[in-house]
């Protein structure tokens, strides 16, 4: 069993079914993830009829489904002490998570993601970071790390000035104790906005890196998979990337391994697809089993979350 640490933006997911049209009419980029004020929440749910929430974030979301196997895992990130920070915590103490993260009163609400989720089932996500954009460097100490084997952290972080000098932190903290990384690209727009300074801190903090191929198109800079597939056969680091109906492939040096998605007769909503697969991956991957295993056992947690509402797999 190993301790696996995901540190991420805490946020309360609001999930519906739109029609595109209605993406379209509030300014927001189909598949993609937009910031927004706080001022824009109440216009994109006045679209919103029986939303289902739930606490969320892509890496809670990883660490939520990690919680279902042999492994440990422990959630860091902030939170206010509004109601909806209350409900984040109560959530993961349902579920036998840890939470190692700050709680603070603050004029910031805790976080929310409005996804909208289209007919054919591809999620738009409008999010408000709230007091998740004040995750402190200052917050974080080296006992927060203590005892952990693997730490999973997202790209979303770079978006904010504190909460880049706070992953920053916990890739030298990391790397100082020996203790395993890996990092979600999250989105290609976040890619295409921090390219650079992600690539450092990759090359300088991280072991595994998890993409969708949008994202890894962005990150090398290259539009074909054959492209892509050089680049990042070349890149020195672990690569574990979904390319949707396609499976998913793994690279590593001279090493390319590819596992053929399965067969989803209706995708209902693809929210927390790449978040399910880096579980599944994990999971596999740090039972020291094979890499065809843990991409295997990736694209079963994905394949099973698009075929219902939300980014959690149901099990009741």
């Known amino acids: 069993m190993k301790k696996i640490l995901g ?42 009829d029986s939303p289902l929430i739930t606490s969320g974030g892509s890496v809670c979301n990883t660490i939520h489904e990690l919680n279902y196997t ?10 206010n002490e509004d109601e909806y920070g209350q409900a984040f ?8 998570i840890a939470y190692k993260g700050v709680i603070k009163q603050n004029d910031l609400p805790t976080g929310c993601c409005n996804i909208l989720v289209s007919p054919d089932g591809e999620r738009t996500m409008a999010t408000h970071i709230g007091i998740g954009s004040q995750l402190h460097p200052d917050e974080l100490s080296e006992d927060s790390l203590q005892g952990i084997d693997h ?11 504190l909460t880049k000098q706070t992953l920053k932190k916990v890739g030298k903290i990391a790397k100082a104790n020996n203790i395993e990384t ?4 999250s989105d290609p727009f976040c890619v295409d906005r921090h390219r650079d300074e992600l690539k450092k801190f990759i090359e300088e903090y991280v072991d595994l890196v998890f993409c969708n191929f949008d994202e890894g198109k962005m990150f090398a800079q290259s ?3 054959a492209d892509v597939s050089a680049f990042f056969q070349s890149f020195g680091k672990k690569i574990a990337m979904t390319a949707s109906a396609e499976g998913a492939y793994y690279f590593h040096g001279e090493t390319v391994a590819h596992q053929p998605a399965q067969k989803i007769e209706q995708v209902i909503d693809t929210t927390g697809a790449g978040d399910n697969f880096a579980a599944g991956f994990l999971d596999q991957y740090l039972s020291d089993k094979t890499i065809d295993e843990a ?15 939300g980014p959690r797999i149901k099990r009741h």
């Open 7 to 48: 540190v991420g933006t805490a946020l309360v997911d609001v999930i519906c079914q739109v029609e595109d049209n209605t993406i379209s009419a509030l300014n927001l980029t189909k598949g993609s993830m937009t910031l927004i004020e706080e001022s824009q929440i109440q216009e994109i749910r006045s679209n919103f």
């Open 70 to 79: 042999s492994h440990e895992a422990a959630f860091y990130g902030k939170v």
């Open 89 to 96: 915590i109560q959530d993961l103490e349902n579920a036998k």
């Open 151 to 161: 730490i999973y952290m997202e790209s979303y972080l770079w978006d904010h000035d």
């Open 182 to 185: 890996s990092l979600s690209l």
């Open 223 to 225: 539009e074909t998979m």
């Open 295 to 309: 991409l295997a056992q990736g694209n079963a947690r994905a394949g099973e979350v698009i075929q219902q509402l």
